[in-house]
C-alpha cells in the first residue's frame, strides 16, 4: 500500500488527522491518505526518506480514512 505526498501549496484545504503534514527535505508535504492504493513493489523506486518515526501519525491517518475515527 503506498500514500501520495502533495506538496502543501497543490492541495488546498485538509482534513488534519485524514491528511498530515510532513517536512522532507524541507519541504512541506502533505499525505493525501484518500488516495492510499495497493502497487506492485516493483513499479517503486528506491526509498528517498523514512517516515518510521511518524508511525503512530500515519496509522492514525489510516484510522481515520477506514473508521472515520
Given at each position: 500500500?503506498?500514500v501520495?505526498?502533495?506538496h502543501?501549496?497543490?492541495?488546498?484545504?485538509?482534513?488534519?488527522?485524514?491528511h498530515?503534514?510532513?517536512t522532507?527535505d524541507?519541504?512541506?508535504?502533505?499525505?493525501a491518505?484518500?488516495?492510499?492504493?495497493?502497487?506492485?513493489?516493483g513499479t517503486?523506486?528506491?526509498p528517498?526518506?523514512s517516515?518510521?518515526?511518524?508511525?503512530?501519525v500515519?496509522i492514525?491517518?489510516i484510522?481515520?480514512?477506514?473508521?472515520g475515527v
Amino acid at each position: 500500500m503506498v500514500v501520495p505526498l502533495v506538496h502543501e501549496a497543490a492541495f488546498g484545504q485538509r482534513a488534519s488527522r485524514l491528511h498530515p503534514v510532513f517536512t522532507v527535505d524541507g519541504q512541506r508535504l502533505i499525505m493525501a491518505t484518500h488516495l492510499l492504493a495497493a502497487v506492485r513493489r516493483g513499479t517503486l523506486g528506491s526509498p528517498l526518506v523514512s517516515l518510521l518515526d511518524q508511525r503512530d501519525v500515519i496509522i492514525a491517518a489510516i484510522d481515520v480514512l477506514w473508521a472515520g475515527v
